[in-house]
């Protein structure tokens, strides 16, 4: 009923900067809340960002507040992540997923995206 698209993952050194996008596509897409998570292996899948559906209410993690910044373009319904000063505790699989309300347990969301690498070297 609803798809979503990541892109924009890639390797960088510590200090660089990525953007990720998140094409949210299907029935009342654009009524659907947003989160960004990430996942190491072997470890548990935690929340990053939130962005509400009209793009006007945000929540970050403590461990990225001041380096990025998530934001949705509401006539595409397209969400991105800029992610700024990367450290190399960034490094995981970031997805992007849709739900209903606004939370920050993974389990909360309805669908989510494939996953895309991001990987932050010292």
């Known amino acids: 009923q609803v798809h979503l698209e990541e892109s924009g993952g890639g390797s960088v050194q510590a200090g660089d900067s990525l953007r990720l996008s998140c094409a949210v596509s299907?029935?009342?897409?654009?009524?659907?809340?947003v989160g960004w998570f990430r996942q190491e292996p072997g470890k548990e899948r935690e929340f990053v960002a939130i962005?509400?559906?009209?793009?006007?209410?945000?929540h970050y993690t403590d461990s990225v507040k001041g380096r990025f910044t998530i934001s949705k373009d509401t006539a595409k319904n397209t969400v991105y992540l800029q992610m700024n000063s990367l450290k190399p505790e960034d490094t995981a699989v970031y997805y992007c997923?849709?739900?209903?309300?606004?939370?920050?347990?993974?389990?909360?969301?309805?669908?989510w995206g494939q996953g895309t690498q991001v990987t932050v070297s010292s």
């Open positions: 997923a849709a739900g209903l309300a606004y939370f920050t347990l993974p389990n909360r969301y309805n669908y």
């Open positions: 962005i509400g559906s009209l793009g006007g209410s945000t």
């Open positions: 299907g029935r009342a897409a654009s009524s659907y809340v």
